[in-house]
């Protein structure tokens, strides 16, 4: 058995868990707006991260497992709004650099991403008041509660993506202007490097990858160094809170017998593209990145468009078991991934773009699916979800829209908006 068979089994294991271990608590709230993660908000985050992720950002379940057993050993891990941190105050956004593929296998150490956390503020000179998310997606929405379970320290609730993207230019710290020195990278030897000066974003991406790639293919990434008037600008609020949701929903929809994959829909007002079974996948790790396709065959008319939010299917029928409304009756989707999930085509027609989010989860479950974890044979379901406000202007499509991939297409929004906070944004 591979290991990507393996870590697949152990991430649908890890959601068998008793039903009275997800009935939800207002206890853990600290204020109107801050909250204590509990062991149950551990799942719901890990799982609705991972939809966040668009196929990247790692796979959550070691990383759960790292976070519950601090929990278990009395850590207390602090979310708190962007507006709660003093415009002075000094933090960094944490996570891990690396292809999804390499994390399977190469295990990191507990202390890999503290010690990047401790490298930057050293270089700063000046003590931490609060940690940042690099990137909600995947396993990197628990990179920081790791790190703020061994520090004491507070994490912000939202990051610079709102799911994941494969490079550091991709985000709206980089997009708006934050520096991107000094960065720390740390391997799960304890080698640690701290990169002082740098040119600009793309530089960051180009120098951090080479060290990443030298350190094995992964390593815990500490970049931008943040005061909290930065955080109040940039960051995409409110995004721990929006994977709880998404998370919950699917878990909540287990405990009440309904079906996940609608529940999902309901809570993030996506549209459901397609449904059908993998039948081929291209992929490789070249450059530091997971490249590749996923093609789907319909099993039956499963191509549906999305249900709207809000409304509820008629008894005993599911977005996955009929065709709904507005279906084009498609049977094959590719879909094109560097780490995430980048472009998707139903019969060759283009449905969905980078920044827009392409989900895949299973089809039954509503567990995401990585793009590590794909194989022949997969049911799957593949899910839209409409991009934060901050990634469709014209300076952030520059970045991370599909010419930024090489891709000879422009940004074709989905008629689907942002499930989590809406920000005044200007273009």
Not at 62 to 82: D, E
Not at 284 to 302: K, M, N, P, Q, W
Not at 369 to 397: D, S
Request: hydrophobic share 45%; with cysteine; aromatic share 6%.
């Amino acid at each position: 058995m591979s290991w990507a068979t393996a870590c697949a089994r152990c991430w649908t294991r890890a959601w068998a868990v008793p039903a009275a271990r997800h009935r939800w608590s207002q206890e853990t709230e600290v204020g109107p707006v801050e909250w204590l993660v509990t062991e149950a908000d551990v799942d719901a985050i890990a799982l609705g991260a991972g939809v966040l992720g668009t196929g990247g950002g790692g796979n959550p379940y070691l990383g759960r497992l790292h976070l519950l057993q601090h929990l278990r050993l009395g850590a207390a891990v602090r979310i708190i709004p962007a507006d709660a941190v003093d415009d002075d105050a000094l933090g960094c956004a944490v996570g891990g650099m690396g292809a999804p593929t390499v994390g399977i296998e190469k295990l990191p150490t507990k202390h890999q991403m503290v010690g990047a956390v401790r490298a930057l503020e050293a270089h700063a000179g000046r003590p931490f008041s609060f940690l940042a998310c690099g990137e909600i997606g995947g396993a990197n929405s628990l990179q920081p509660l790791i790190a703020a379970a061994q520090t004491g320290l507070p994490v912000v609730d939202g990051d610079p993506m709102g799911r994941a993207f494969p490079e550091l230019q991709m985000d709206t710290f980089m997009i708006g202007g934050v520096s991107p020195a000094p960065l720390s990278l740390r391997d799960a030897h304890g080698n640690t490097v701290v990169v002082t000066e740098l040119v600009d974003a793309f530089w960051a991406e180009r120098i951090g990858r080479a060290i990443t790639i030298a350190m094995g293919g992964s390593a815990a990434l500490g970049l931008p160094l943040l005061t909290g008037a930065q955080v109040k600008q940039h960051i995409i609020r409110g995004t721990y809170t929006l994977a709880r949701r998404l998370g919950r929903a699917v878990l909540e929809a287990d405990r009440r017998g309904l079906h996940p994959v609608e529940s999902l829909l309901r809570e993030s007002g996506g549209l459901l593209l397609f449904v059908g079974k993998v039948v081929d996948v291209d992929r490789r790790t070249t450059g530091g990145f997971a490249r590749g396709s996923l093609r789907l065959e319909a099993v039956s008319h499963d191509l549906a468009g999305a249900p709207a939010a809000g409304t509820r299917q008629p008894a005993g029928e599911s977005p996955v078991s009929r065709a709904h409304e507005g279906s084009t009756g498609g049977r094959q989707c590719e879909i094109e991934f560097q780490n995430e999930f980048l472009i998707a085509r139903v019969d060759g027609r283009v449905v969905a773009t980078t920044p827009d989010l392409i989900c895949i989860v299973d089809a039954e479950t509503a567990r995401p699916v990585g793009t590590e974890m794909l194989r022949y044979g997969l049911r799957l379901a593949v899910i839209g979800i409409g991009a934060p406000p901050q990634l469709k202007t014209p300076r952030a499509l520059a970045v991370v829209g599909p010419r930024a991939f090489g891709y000879d297409l422009d940004f074709q929004p989905l008629a689907a908006a942002w499930p989590g906070t809406q920000p005044e944004v200007a273009g």
